[in-house]
């Protein structure tokens, strides 16, 4: 069993706990869409991701703004058909809409280019789900500590970090467009990495 | 447990989605047996989250919204009722890509210890292969002209560098020689993603050198 001790003091705390609390809100909301069917909230799902989700389609992109907000559509109504899989303890709302999102772009992407494959990325990226409770409680406290030192990162790392995955582009790619070597972009992930308290080993 | 596993950089893209197909492929079937990994990627899967949420909303109309809701009553398609579950000895992900199980797949050989099975991905920069080593089997010394990931799905082999085992990921660069050799207790079966052919060093089998291009389609 792992102890996990956080050195947050008690202000940093409340900070997060009342995150804590707004994420809920999507969590429960997912579960009422996926036990009941409940169309007011998904309205209200929708009335949050939707705009997060067209920002993400467009984010460095070619997409149109037809095929944003097909890709909008797409994902919410995957959101709706797969609502009965989630598992609130397992996941936050936010992480698994986040997935289909990322998961339905990338189709995207490879349809526009005529990649026909027999494999859809939920196929081989779905949400990776741990079933160890102590697991889960670290994830929690992990997902509040980004939560709360992202803001922090310098803008150099921040940058990164959103052309690695609000734009989904690889480390090399990163490099050409920045015009700096694979290895500095390598290093500023792993660098902003440490900084969010992401854990290696146990 | 694992003891090789895809570094941080490749955890990364894998998370981010940016990865190609076949690569993202090995490092799922990877992550679906490694407790070490999948605490990673949960993690780096709520960074994406968290980088998601914070973004500028853009604007979607209540059309859409409209759009969507008439929508709800739509039939899920039939590819959601996705087998999860590995069968028999083939991973749930590679059920996708082939018909029946390994002792199904149509081989070439390769000399008399290896013979390979190309699926078909629809990734035109990758192969991605099946390689089944015989038990003790020496796979002759080949050089790297892009880079090779490697998933053991049964047996072990070892090279220079140490011996591997089940569930272990390996990558090997443009450049980098080796000559891997079977565990002599059972036959050896990997996943393979290349993206540039092997070339064989060894002077005995440079002879195949023409006839090793790379495969995307069987
Ligand atoms: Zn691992």
Redesign the pocket.
Known sequence: MMIVTDNFDDETESQVASKEKRTDEWSECLTLVGQNGDRAAFTRLFRHFAPLMKAFALSGSTLSANNADELVQEVMIKVWQKAGAYNAEKAAASTWIYTIARNSRTDLFRRLQKFDTPLSADDIAGSQESEEAFMMLHQKRGRDRIRTLISGLPSDQAQILAKVYMEGKSHSEVAGELDIPLGTVKSRVRLALQKLQIRFEE | ??N???DLDLLTEYTAGSLPLTQSACISL??SQ?????R?AGQLADLGACLFEAQEPSTVGDAQLDAVLARLDEEPPLSYAKASKDIGNTPAVLQRLMRGDFSDLSWKNIGSALRISYLQTGDPQHELAIYHFKAGGRIPEHTHRGSEMTLILQGGFSDADGSYHK?D?LVRRQGDVHAPTALQSEDCICLVVLDAPLKFTDWKFRWMNPFLKLRTTA
């Open positions: 447990m694992s090789a596993h895809p990877h992550i490694c407790t070490r990994c999948q990673i569930g990921f």
